[in-house]
Each structure stands twice: as C-alpha cells, then as structure tokens.
C-alpha cells in the first residue's frame, strides 16, 4: 500500500508566501510524475504543476511566475513554493503521484488527503 502525507497549508495575506510538502511512502518501486492539482468551491479540479523523475516541468499559466514545483527523489517527496499569493488561489490543494508498487509490480496514480490554502486579508 500507498500512503501520501500532505502539510503546509494555511491562512495567508495577500502577496504572503506557502510551501506545500507531500511525502510517499509504502510499497513503492519507482515513482514517476509527482503533481498539485486544486479544486476551489464549485470548481473542478485543475492542474497547478507537475514535474517528472527527470526534472521536468509543467505549470499552469494562472500560477506561472509566481509557483514552483520541485521533488526530493531521496524523500519521495514534492513541494510548491507559493509566492505572491492572491484571493483566487484559495482552493484545496492535492498532490498526485503516479507510481510503480514494488509488490505486485503494478503502477497507478494515488491522491494526497488535499490541505486548505486561504487567501484572505
């Protein structure tokens, strides 16, 4: 079995800074792309940012400039640095790991528990 631990979230002004974490652990061979995604009150889930085991990255252009996606392969771990924080990034953020299972050897994509990012003067 799977398990993502998420942190980091919070109330923060305007203009204020978060750093998310997301940690993996369990049964796992390899991990691949490794994300955060968000879903605001009557919204759909959208992508924020996802980088693959090489480094690569994607980033929404709502978000461009101002987050940072990076991962820690030692720690199974990923992070998004928010900057410049605004309203409209309040959301429930959810990091997304798409994985390789050591037994059986089986991949599949696995959902943090998602943490509440407010941003409110």
């Known amino acids: 079995q799977v398990q993502l631990v998420e942190s980091g979230g919070g109330l923060v002004q305007p203009g204020g800074s978060l750093r998310l974490s997301c940690a993996a652990s369990g049964s796992i061979f390899r991990i691949n792309t490794m994300g955060w995604y968000r879903q605001a009150p009557g919204e759909q889930r959208e992508l924020v940012a996802t980088?693959?085991?090489?480094?690569?990255?994607v980033t929404a252009n709502s978000v461009k400039g101002r987050f940072t996606i990076s991962r820690d392969n030692a720690k199974n771990s990923v992070y998004l640095q928010m900057n410049s924080l605004k309203p409209e990034d309040t959301a429930v953020y959810y990091c997304n790991v798409e994985l390789v299972e050591l037994i059986p050897r089986s991949s599949g994509s696995y959902w943090g528990q998602g943490t509440q990012v407010t941003v409110s003067s």
């Open positions: 980088i693959t085991s090489g480094g690569s990255t």
